[in-house]
């Protein structure tokens, strides 16, 4: 099979699992013999462009007709069997999609989050859960609130593309992979085609690093930001400090903008360390070493990376008790699940899974074979492969009625 895959890269300032998700995918594919190009833009080409130039950038959200013009040179060229799209903010566009119909390229895409239904794509607002542009004709809340970087004039090009675009993405892609049932759902509800929507979830390569042991410390691995619960981890951090702890410390890598106060935080503890971004070996020997990893976003994750990997690892996890993580965590079997956003429930799961290291060592087990069934390299590429022949014959099947 011949696939295009069409990906927006982020920042390389900050690890970004989608970068990480697209890589591994085109990996897998080129490993079972398929061939995969790819059409991408890199969001940090941004900085090196005139004033003029990034004074533009906000215009291109929406639609960029240069991207339409060279995606659909580059289809009429190579003839791909399929056009698998990842992100396109905020250098591609939904333009793409124009160019494969142009072309008359059958196109997938992977919803990495909630961009089809909230401007940031977060479902997240001043610490809480936010829905209100969710079935809504408008993003005219977001706006309001400046849910974009805080910011209302940011908020507006990703309003305008979600506004005037929202019946192209939905008419224009044969099949969207969504990387959980809690997020396919709740696109469900929100009116999106459900026929098109299919549960693919993310997998996790097996790298071979697995827990011998009972673990040495609870691990949070992450973007150091609100939204990932950091600092309802911190609150709940001190509950159990001041009750006398847990016996092992918590361990905090990655960075974000709470990177300094996070720090502060630590500095001069014995039962807390930050240890900054660690690289990807790094991280598969602390989860490796990890009692539990923690996972206690206080918004709707629409997957869990870090969970997978865990169980990858024979590791459980503690997570909150909303979006994906429910179904990646089954309570008191492969992790514990906390109320969310109350730091006396997660303090409460922490004290469990410290206190019994054999149920510990039976839960790492059932999340390594968790892992197995429906996380593993062999499952993700059947799934990835299953979704594009569906597309391919959906495609070939609209143009036969067609005729």
Known sequence: MHVLVVHNRYSSAQPS??????????????AAGHRVDLFERRSDDIAGRSLLGKAA?????PWNPA??????ARLRA??????????????????????CADVGVPVVATLHNYTQVCPPGTLHRDGRPCTECVGSRTSLPAVRHGCYRDSRLATVPLAVSLSVNRRRWWSGVERFFCISAA????LVRSGMPAERLAVKHNFVPDTGARRTGDGEHLLFLGRLAEPKG??????AWDELAADGGVGVPLVLAGAGPLEREVAAWAADRDDVRYVG????EECRRAVARSVAVVAPSTARETFGLVVAEAMAAGVPAVAAGHGAFVELVEEGVTGLLHRPGEAASLASCLRRITAGPVRGREMGLAARRRYE???????????????????????????????
């Open 78 to 99: 190579d003839r791909p069997d399929v056009v698998h799209v990842h992100n396109v903010f905020p250098l591609l566009s939904p333009a793409v999609l124009a160019a």
């Open 17 to 30: 699992g989608e970068n990480r998700v697209v890589d591994e995918e085109v990996g897998l594919l080129r």
């Open 277 to 280: 971004l660690y690289d990807p």
């Open 373 to 403: 069934q429906d996380f593993s390299p062999a499952v993700g590429l059947e799934r990835l492969v299953d979704g594009y022949r569906t597309a391919i014959a959906g495609r070939t099947e609209s143009i036969g009625g067609s005729k």
């Open 57 to 61: 950038v906000p215009l291109l959200v």
């Open 230 to 235: 950091v600092r309802l981890l911190m609150a």
């Open 183 to 186: 997020q396919r759902d709740l």
């Open 67 to 72: 991207v339409r013009t060279e995606l659909a």
